[in-house]
């Protein structure tokens, strides 16, 4: 049932993103998430809060901007952690798609789970998303925990799911020198992408410090700190293992 009085919880809003999903997006990022990445550049998400919107409100706020871009974008829905705010994602996206508005959803896919009532929720959702971007940290459960605080099986079973109910996704991965670079693990992750269907690129996001600032200014403690950039020589190596010209 439709409830544009329905509250969410916005951190902040970009309305000419590049990077997050196809052609020019409005970029929205919500507030919280159950991840603790040791290279999060939007740590300042993690907890609750954020400032409220009425889906109503939102998808007004939305709309001004369409003429950014018109036949070649759309809006993406971020974070944090979008999953986390099903309900609110899909009643905004579902007047969006009333406008004929492209739609998409970047997320780590931590929320996950396949219990009815919440598969329910998610299906809704999707019925209204035109593309998930799909970050996969790790493929070792182990090293995917010591990284996030998390395991991974959640995350790679939201992955078969769309696959299997034909939902188109990208798939990204963050490179960190040291850490997400294991050879073994790109491979394994290579496999894994091959196995899904309605994969439509694969992108490796080099690892870069621009959300160091952001952990100081929490007073956080960087995990991080004096772990390099890769080279471009790094990302070329990961992006000829994963096969992304494959996906292009």
Not at 185 to 205: N, P, T, Y
Request: glycine share 8%.
């Amino acid at each position: 049932m439709s409830d544009m009085n329905m509250i969410g919880y916005v951190n902040s809003m970009e309305s000419f993103g590049l990077v997050d999903g196809p052609g020019v997006r409005f970029v929205v990022f919500l507030q919280g998430c159950a991840l603790r990445c040791q290279f999060c550049h939007n740590p300042e998400t993690w907890q609750k809060g954020g400032t409220e919107w009425k889906a109503q409100e939102l998808t007004r706020h939305l709309l001004r901007y369409r003429t950014y871009w018109r036949d070649n974008g759309g809006v993406t829905f971020s974070g944090g952690e979008p999953l986390l705010q099903l309900p609110f994602v899909t009643e905004v996206f579902r007047q969006l798609k009333k406008e004929g508005i492209h739609t998409c959803i970047d997320t780590a896919g931590q929320p996950f789970r396949d219990d009815p009532e919440w598969l329910a929720q998610f299906d809704e959702l999707m019925a209204v998303t035109d593309l998930t971007m799909l970050d996969v940290k790790e493929m070792d459960e182990e090293k995917h925990i010591a990284l996030t605080g998390k395991s991974n099986q959640n995350i790679l079973a939201m992955a078969r799911y769309l696959s299997d109910h034909g939902h188109d996704m990208w798939i990204r991965h963050v490179l960190v020198p040291g850490l997400t670079d294991d050879e073994a693990d790109l491979r394994a992750l290579s496999d894994f992408i091959a196995g899904l269907k309605h994969v439509r690129r694969v992108e490796v996001l080099p690892y870069h410090t621009l959300g160091l600032f952001k952990w100081e200014k929490l007073g956080i403690a960087y995990p991080l700190a004096g772990v390099r950039t890769p080279t471009d020589e790094e990302v070329k190596k990961a992006e000829e293992i994963l096969r992304t010209g494959d996906y292009k």
